[in-house]
């Protein structure tokens, strides 16, 4: 008896083996085929690559322009509305230094110096072009261009330079303009301001209140059925 299940024992042994080493002669060409399949897709995956890019390459051009001019005429209109809001002050430094006397060329100084952030700026480059040999009418017609906000300022000061006229009249004059501009943009923006708030009203404010005084009252309502 110890026998035959020894020798029963060993056969199976034997068996399993045979059974192992057959599924392993048949499994190494089905990997080996996998494998060179998987190379041959990544190598058309890989071909294919360059021609996805190009696509992507076509339309990101454009698309990328339209992006670049969006964000352009933005930034713009940000510096279009920090210079005009900036307006009133440097009209009124620019009266304080032709009431005490300064020349233009004096005034673009003080203004390069002391102006609101936006005016100095502008007024700086003017600096540079009288420093590099320019004169103060052309630099202030450069201004007039590359600013056009500031172009009734740059008048006032190219006439009193050129000509001589007294410039605190129309100084006084364009910064009351300025500031006249400024409250009817203000009150135009509060004007906009309830429109705006309309969308986080009807959509955030109102689901808000439905949710929390509503809702539970139905739950309870329902509960009591």
Do not use: Q, Y
Request: glycine letters at 8%; charged letters at 20%; aromatic letters at 4%.
């Amino acid at each position: 008896m110890v026998d035959a299940s020894t020798g029963a024992r060993d056969v199976n042994v034997v068996l399993v083996v045979l059974a192992g080493a057959w599924g392993v002669l048949t499994a190494v060409p089905v990997a080996r085929r996998a494998r060179r399949h998987e190379v041959t897709a990544r190598f058309e995956r890989r071909a294919a690559r360059p021609d996805v890019l190009r696509r992507l390459a076509g339309w990101s051009g454009p698309l990328a322009r339209v992006v670049r001019g969006i964000r352009r005429r933005r930034g713009a209109a940000r510096d279009d509305a920090r210079l005009e809001a900036s307006l009133p002050g440097a009209f009124d430094l620019l009266v304080a230094a032709v009431g005490a006397g300064c020349t233009p060329s004096g005034v673009v100084e003080l203004a390069a110096a002391w102006g609101p952030p936006p005016v100095a700026r502008a007024f700086a480059d003017v600096m540079v072009a009288t420093a590099l040999g320019g004169s103060l009418a052309d630099a202030l017609a450069a201004l007039r261009t590359a600013a056009p906000l500031l172009a009734p300022m740059a008048d006032v000061l190219t006439a009193s330079a050129e000509l001589g006229t007294p410039a605190t009249g129309a100084l006084v004059r364009l910064a009351e303009e300025a500031r006249a501009t400024a409250r009817r943009r203000a009150e135009a923006r509060a004007r906009v301001l309830p429109v705006k708030l309309l969308f986080p009203l009807v959509f955030l404010v109102l689901p808000a209140f439905g949710l929390l005084t509503v809702v539970p009252a139905l739950l309870s309502a329902m509960a009591r059925l």
